[in-house]
């Protein structure tokens, strides 16, 4: 029988395929604090699923579809992860959680945590460890200069300080 002879409401089917978030296939690195966001998210998500337990509303089933998703991308993240904990790390040498304070040619001072891809803003100067920043950081020691290969040219920055967040 063909579908044009069978009536359905269109907003009952409207969004049911919602594709799975993309996990990166990279290692999962954490900060404390980033597993710590990780796991808050992952909280309000399932609280925010089960405030809508009850409605079977075409669009409350399509966000329970979108919460149930994002659900199962943070457990995943979650799950993968691995912590580093900053005391941990070697102070004088620039790795993953820590916090770099850098001057460029211009004298202009920058400070860049490195953390994971989950935690990564850099409105807030958390940079993830992929990034070309990050890479150009790591391994570096105060007074080091470092190459930051950029779309627009290349930039050199200067270490000045490296510490660890304390726990």
Request: aromatic share 8%; glycine share 4%.
């Amino acid at each position: 029988m063909s579908r044009a002879f069978i009536k359905e409401n269109d907003l009952e089917h409207a969004g049911i395929d919602i594709p799975e978030k993309a996990i990166s296939a990279e290692i999962n690195y954490v900060t404390p604090n980033g597993l710590k966001i990780l796991q808050q998210e992952a909280g309000q998500l399932e609280s925010d699923r089960a405030q809508l337990i009850g409605d079977d509303s075409p669009s409350s089933k399509q966000k329970k579809l979108r919460i149930e998703r994002e659900i199962r991308y943070y457990f995943s993240r979650i799950d993968s992860a691995i912590v580093i904990y900053p005391y941990q790390q070697p102070p004088d040498t620039v790795l993953f959680s820590a916090k770099v304070d850098v001057e460029d040619t211009t004298n202009k001072i920058y400070i860049f945590e490195i953390v994971g891809e989950d935690e990564a803003d850099i409105s807030s100067g958390k940079i993830s460890y992929l990034s070309p920043l990050a890479k150009a950081l790591i391994g570096a020691k105060v007074n080091d200069e470092v190459k930051w290969e950029k779309p627009s040219g290349n930039e050199y920055l200067i270490i000045n300080k490296i510490t660890y967040p304390k726990i």
